[in-house]
């Protein structure tokens, strides 16, 4: 594997939720000697005020991309000071720009687990990424850890498992 090869792209919500997967993201990144590129896409407000479109307002559009270059930067140094990558737009679309232009190892995300009304109106953005990514992509739970269900179910991940013994492994 190159140096290129070796990064594996964490897009985070800036949430106590992304930190599962920033710190699983920069276990494997150690164990296969690569980088972390931690990622966070911000979407401008887009509605109308008194006839005024705010994403419109120059010095809105520039305030808000400088408090979410500021987060991104505070919660990047909270979690090793990983390199990183502050997107504007649809947050499906952006990782998946970020995926083509880094050109990751793998792609390492929370996910929401929503269901039912819920995913139908929202979606997912991890489902999005990982229906159309190149690379492998790797979902984590929110929630609390689930314990395992039997002694021949593994303790530790590894990059080789597959997505089941995925689940199983990582809290």
């Not at 919500?13 to 920069?26: F, K, P, R, W």
């Not at 979407?43 to 005024?52: D, E, I, K, N, S």
């Not at 880094?102 to 995300?109: D, I, K, L, N």
Request: net charge neutral; glycine share 8%.
């Amino acid at each position: 594997m190159n140096d290129a090869s070796k990064r594996i792209l964490v897009p985070v919500d800036l949430g106590e939720e992304s930190s599962s997967a920033v710190a699983l993201a920069a276990d494997l990144a150690q164990r296969i000697g690569g980088e972390v590129v931690m990622m966070h896409v911000y979407t401008l407000p887009q509605y109308a005020y008194a006839g005024v479109n705010i994403a419109l307002v120059p010095e809105t559009v520039a305030k808000i991309g400088a408090i979410a270059r500021r987060a991104l930067e505070g919660y990047a140094k909270d979690h090793g000071g990983v390199h990183s990558l502050l997107r504007e737009g649809d947050p499906a679309e952006e990782i998946l720009g970020a995926i083509a232009s880094e050109r990751p190892y793998m792609v390492v995300m929370s996910t929401h687990r929503r269901k039912g009304i819920s995913r139908l109106l929202l979606g997912s953005v991890a489902d999005k990424v990982a229906r159309r990514s190149p690379v492998p992509v790797m979902t984590v739970a929110r929630g609390p850890a689930r314990a395992r269900r039997s002694a021949e179910e593994p303790e530790a991940y590894h990059p080789s498992m597959g997505v089941k013994e995925l689940e199983l492994a990582v809290p």
